[in-house]
């Protein structure tokens, strides 16, 4: 009797689970949920040509800006370097400060060029700086070309990556 009651105990239990198994095909959760719609017109993190060296043109539109830099009659010429400042601004718009980092992305990088992103005094602007709020980080750029740079028109780009 007691083997036959284990068995029947077993079958049941076997047939609980397959039933609720096969019960649940679908379940539907009710849960609040709360929608904030922001003006995002102006770019968290932006970038600008505002008050630009005069000899640097800055446009923007269709999601990228462009950049010109002066080249002089002929050019850039090899084995010398160039420092144009300010020629782009990052102004921080979030709520937050944001640590910045600039960086050449051109691939394959030109051969025999170096570009160096430099602050008021030159020096290097060095990954992660911090903008905080509602500051901009006036952007120089420094060019340096070696013997080695190969003539001829290099478009470059620019990523800002803001934490």
Partial sequence: ???????????????????????????TVNNDLSLKIT?????????????AD???TFSSGAGYA??????????LQPNSSYTFYPVFNVKN????????TLSDTTSPAPAGVTLTFVDTNGNAIAPGTTVTTGSTLP???????????????????????AQ
Avoid at 1 to 27: E, P
Avoid at 93 to 100: A, F, K, L, P, W
Avoid at 150 to 158: A, D, F, H, R, S
Wanted: proline content about 2%.
């Fill in 139 to 161: 952007v120089g750029i420094k060019i340096d070309l070696t013997t080695s740079a190969v003539i001829g028109t290099t478009p470059l780009t620019i990523a800002v990556d």
């Fill in 1 to 27: 009797m007691k083997r036959k009651s284990v068995g029947i105990a077993v079958v049941l239990a076997a047939l609980a689970v397959l039933v609720n198994v096969f019960a649940l095909k679908s379940a």
């Fill in 54 to 56: 005069s000899d640097v």
């Fill in 93 to 100: 718009n979030s709520g937050v400060s944001r640590d910045i």
């Fill in 39 to 51: 003006n995002t017109t102006t770019s968290l993190i932006a970038i600008d040509g505002v008050g």
């Fill in 66 to 75: 462009s950049i010109t830099l002066p080249t002089g009659a002929n050019g």
